[in-house]
Nanobody, 122 residues
Framework: QVQLVESGGGLVQAGGSLRLSCIAS????????MGWFRQAAGKEREGVAC????????DYVDSVKGRFTISRDNGKDTVYLQMNSLKPEDTAMYYC???????????????WGQGTQVTVSS
């Protein structure tokens, strides 16, 4: 059974930072592209960042470029999202995902985590 477990969300003031982590189990982590999606209240889920299985390629949605950094540790079956200079519009539930194209082409990931809430106050 595949499990993706996110952590690291919380409440932060605008301009602050958070680091999300996602630990995977039940899959050969090093063979999967991984990434982060988010869904704000009343909006559709959007892809935020992704990283290929080797870590050699990353891709970001334009709104987070220069502020967010995705990385992975295949030895720990973990993917991270470092979020700096957070803005109120970054407020959303953030989901870890596995098994989709990176750069993202819109295909649905094979696996999803339960999500971790990020709230940025102004």
């Amino acid at each position: 059974q595949v499990q993706l477990v996110e952590s690291g969300g919380g409440l932060v003031q605008a301009g602050g930072s958070l680091r999300l982590s996602c630990i995977a189990s039940g899959l050969r982590f090093g063979r999967y592209n991984m990434g982060w999606f988010r869904q704000a209240a009343g909006k559709e889920r959007e892809g935020v960042a992704c990283i290929t299985w080797s870590g050699g390629t990353t891709d970001y949605v334009d709104s987070v470029k220069g502020r967010f950094t995705i990385s992975r540790d295949n030895g720990k079956d973990t993917v991270y999202l470092q979020m700096n200079s957070l803005k109120p519009e970054d407020t959303a539930m953030y989901y870890c995902a596995a098994g989709f194209s990176c750069p993202y082409t819109g295909n649905r990931p094979s696996y999803w985590g339960q999500g971790t809430q990020v709230t940025v106050s102004s």
